[in-house]
């Protein structure tokens, strides 16, 4: 073959590769914008309150490729902490705020609270231990038989926290609640550990039982917040023994602790800046009633709060502008792109469309609007 027909083999290759090329580039910008934008957020269980809570934040804050929010049930609390340490693609989770706790006393995997951080504390729910009458302290527990639920409960985790603290030995028990109430009441059990929102549905109909103070230790209060359960929530099991303290549990927005500098990072802003600034339509009648309780200033025990989450609140992260401020603030620039440009307002030279590429352009020289170059 001689060089000159070598050569023009060569260029009808080049020139058909190129459009498969610019094919290729076009499809690996597209996946790059949509996992640029996209928050997969983790709900720790199937239980209620954090499902509606994910399927809020994924119906409300979603923004297409901009800020787009995939929300995925995990398979408990421990499953969804491990998820957002090693999963790729995973930034969040909505998790009890005690589960940090139990990973770290458990020695599960090594380092999580330097790898993780929270969003925001949403609802709260307080600590129950149900026990046969009688019995009104942890110690009186010490070689009972407890229910604490099965290992991807929430109360499997709490009661576990809580156990260990107060040195208990016990023989424990994962039946559900209702049936776990059952075999309370049958002589069955001795205890069962429940995590609700007072008053608790499951203690609507107990008599005959006793609710174990849960008191505030020095470990405890690195954990949780005080709570108290008062006979006006329980008439029937408190009348006689009065006001009896206990814990509260949160749950969080968990993240991972991305840094400064890095693509995940400036999604973690985009999603706390909508989050933060589009709290009350989360507290809309039409959503899970628990948002009223949302606090974004709030502390949770044992967690630290997400720099972007500390920066928003320190006022030093650019607030979203509203409809409205857009709308005045695209009316000034277009007016001072016609007095830059000499142009009456109501005579644009070759139509509107003309004049409106004139102001993009002057809008991307300026370095308002990104290039498309």
């Known amino acids: 073959m001689s060089t000159a027909l070598r050569a023009a083999f060569a260029l009808v290759i080049l020139l058909g590769a190129i459009p498969g090329s610019q094919a290729e580039g076009r499809a690996k ?15 720790s269980s199937l239980e209620a309150p ?5 399927q809020d934040l994924s119906d409300v804050l979603d923004e297409g490729n901009d800020l787009r929010i995939l929300s995925i049930i995990g398979k408990g609390p421990v499953q969804t902490l491990t998820d957002l340490i090693y999963l790729k693609g995973v930034d969040a989770g909505i998790v009890p705020s005690d589960v940090l706790a139990y990973v770290e006393d458990n020695a599960l995997f090594e380092g999580a609270a330097d790898k993780l951080a929270y969003l925001a504390k949403f609802g709260s729910s307080q600590v129950h231990v149900l026990a046969s009458q009688g019995i009104t302290t942890l110690a009186q527990l010490e070689g009972k038989r407890i229910n604490i639920g099965r290992a991807t409960d929430d109360r499997f985790v709490t009661a576990n926290v809580i156990l260990n603290d ?18 309370l009441k ?15 549905p499951y203690l609507s109909q107990a008599t005959g039982l006793s609710i174990v103070q849960v008191p505030l230790t020095e470990k405890l209060k690195s954990v949780y917040s005080p709570a108290l359960l008062t006979p006006d929530e329980y008439p029937e099991l408190l009348a006689v023994q009065g006001p009896t303290e206990t814990v509260s549990v949160s749950s969080v927005l ?15 802003v985009r999603f706390a800046q909508a989050l933060y600034s589009q709290i009350d339509l989360l507290r809309m009648p039409s959503r899970h009633a628990a948002w009223a309780e949302v606090n974004l200033a709030a502390s949770v025990p044992g967690w630290q709060r ?3 989450a500390e920066e928003w609140l320190a006022g030093k992260l650019p607030k979203p502008k509203t409809m409205e401020e857009e709308s005045l603030a695209s009316e000034a620039d277009f007016k001072a792109f ?6 009456p307002p109501n005579t644009p030279e070759g139509g509107e469309d003309a004049l409106f590429e004139r102001f993009v352009k002057w809008q991307q020289a300026r370095g308002e609007l990104p290039s498309n170059r």
């Open 29 to 43: 910008e597209r996946v790059a914008k949509a996992n640029a934008g996209t928050i997969t957020v983790i709900a």
């Open 50 to 54: 954090y499902l509606n809570y994910a």
């Open 166 to 183: 107060a040195g208990i030995n016990y023989t424990a028990d994962d039946s559900d609640p209702a049936t776990a109430l059952a075999m």
């Open 186 to 200: 049958a002589g069955k059990l001795d205890a069962v550990f429940l995590v609700e929102p007072s008053p608790s």
């Open 254 to 268: 968990a993240v991972f602790k991305w840094r400064k500098g890095t693509e995940r990072y400036d999604t973690l």
């Open 306 to 308: 997400y720099i972007a």
């Open 338 to 343: 016609l007095a830059e440009s000499g142009l």
